[in-house]
């Protein structure tokens, strides 16, 4: 059985903290999160651990996030002593539907009307957790960071599902209507 890794992280510190977009290698890890198809379970990553999440990538048959390629990826290459692009199997969801339809979508605006189901929170309140758990040291805003990024993890896979499954994702247009877009994932 191939494992597939589901993948996503949050940060430390904002585009705004670190001088932009292109400075994502200064805005460190707070949290990552995997789910792995072979073992079935979800893992949660600290800071220290990264390395040990960095293993885990370079040894799926192929990784799947959303947006993982220019974001998640650059945050993460500050931890890595190779190139992770180089060393990992990926499906970019985000890059495969902006290949097809020309633009991009927020991974909530394709989960909502895929699956019913949207996100819970977004990178914003990540940042203020991970602010508040600074300040305080109480553990609280970890998990809710935590409890978040799993929660990405887990729409992630389910959208990577359903776009397997049926051939197409749907997504809400800028006019709130209901459109697919089709796409050739593989489970």
């Not at 960095?54 to 190139?83: C, K, M, P, W």
Request: with cysteine; hydrophobic share 35%.
């Amino acid at each position: 059985m191939a494992n597939i890794v589901y993948f996503d992280l949050e940060t430390q510190r904002s585009f705004s903290d670190v001088g932009g977009a292109s400075q994502k290698h200064k805005m460190g890890v707070s949290v990552a999160v995997t789910y792995s198809s072979a073992s079935g379970q979800y893992r949660i990553y600290r800071e220290n651990e990264l390395q040990e999440l960095i293993t885990e990538l370079t040894r799926a048959d192929l990784v799947v996030g959303f947006n993982h390629l220019s974001f998640d990826y650059a945050v993460l290459q500050s931890y890595a002593v190779f190139d992770l692009l180089e060393q990992t199997v990926n499906l970019d969801m985000l890059v495969e539907v902006e290949k097809k339809l020309g633009h991009r979508l927020k991974l909530d605006s394709i989960a909502s009307a895929s699956l019913g189901t949207g996100k819970t929170a977004d990178g914003l309140d990540a940042l203020k957790w991970w602010q508040e758990y600074k300040r305080s040291g109480d553990p609280a805003p970890m998990l809710k960071i935590a409890e978040y990024c799993c929660y990405d993890v887990k729409v992630t896979k389910m959208v990577h599902e359903f776009g397997a499954t049926h051939g197409h994702i749907r997504y809400e247009d800028r006019n709130q209507k209901i459109q697919q877009c089709p796409v050739d994932w593989k489970i």
